[in-house]
């Protein structure tokens, strides 16, 4: 094997760290990568890889370690060394994933997210990990914009917040807040649930796209103490009818990392978008 081969730690962070620079060409890929080989060039970077898809079909990609798979193995993964093929299966699950945030942020065509659901969900942890994927998208929790807006200081969740302000005072900073969130492009924002309950902020988040995070109220109460489950069944109440306005709507299992529930939010916006009216909108740079 050409050139030096790095630990698999270092192997995988060097690999991963390279995924955002992949060529057009691998654009769409969703078949499964074998690793083979390593070929490192200068400065520890890989100097040339390639990677396979199911039907054989051999693709070159300098930034992706792979390949060699020939038409009808039925292990993709055979003839590997346990460690080649745990790393193999890591950057085959990264690259997927990777290819799957590229194709939504192109259907998203720069417009924001606007993110609802109950609190207990954990949706400012998703939201997070759904900007961190593309890339060049910010992260805005409104829970935080709010009580910097109101001078409130930092607060650890939306039911302090409430209780420090009151509710109908909160929702007026909050309609504010929205007036200026409006205008921004490339951001995903996470919302308190009762955002839904007011007609003039369905036209600001009607900008964007809004996605409704749904989860089971029981596994909610269980994983957290903040909220009670007799008060998420009352927000519940409230907000179902105009949770089902939302573009997307996405259950989701809460025991899943919440890397994996932000790919199947991912996964669900392509989907819908492609499918409704809503993905072939514009947004102005």
């Known amino acids: 094997m050409p050139g030096r081969r790095p630990t698999m730690a270092a192997a995988a962070l060097m690999t991963l760290a390279t995924m955002s620079y992949a060529p057009t060409l691998c654009y769409g890929y969703q078949g499964t990568i074998r690793l083979t080989s390593l070929h490192w060039g200068v400065k520890n970077t890989p100097s040339s890889c390639y990677f396979a898809s199911d039907d054989g079909q051999r693709r070159s990609c300098p930034r992706l370690v792979g390949l060699n798979m020939k038409k009808g193995d039925k292990d993709p993964y055979k003839g590997l060394s346990p460690e080649d093929k745990q790393k193999g299966k890591q950057l085959a699950a990264a690259w997927i994933k990777m ?16 993110l609802v659901g109950l609190p207990a969900i954990g949706i400012e942890q998703i939201g997070s990990l759904i900007a961190r994927r593309f890339e060049n998208y910010r992260y805005l929790n409104m829970h935080d914009v709010i009580a910097s807006a109101s001078g409130q200081g930092e607060v650890e969740s ?44 369905w036209g600001k988040m009607n900008q964007g796209i809004v996605v409704y995070v749904e989860a089971d109220i029981d596994k909610l109460a269980a994983q957290q103490s903040i909220w009670s489950k007799e008060e998420l069944q009352d927000i519940q109440a409230r907000c179902s009818e105009m949770f089902k306005q939302a573009d997307v709507k996405v259950k989701i299992d809460v025991g899943n990392a919440a890397d994996n529930i932000a790919v199947s939010i991912i996964e669900s916006m392509t989907r819908e978008l492609k499918r409704s009216k809503r993905g072939s909108g514009s947004a102005s740079p």
């Open 99 to 114: 290819d799957k945030a590229a194709e939504c942020k192109t259907i998203l065509q720069q417009r924001s997210i606007y």
């Open 158 to 201: 939306s039911k302090e917040l409430i209780s420090k302000m009151g509710e109908e005072a909160f929702r007026e900073v909050e309609e504010a807040v929205l007036d200026q969130l409006q205008a921004l492009l490339r951001s995903v924002i996470s919302t308190d649930a009762g955002v839904v309950l007011r007609p003039s902020n």
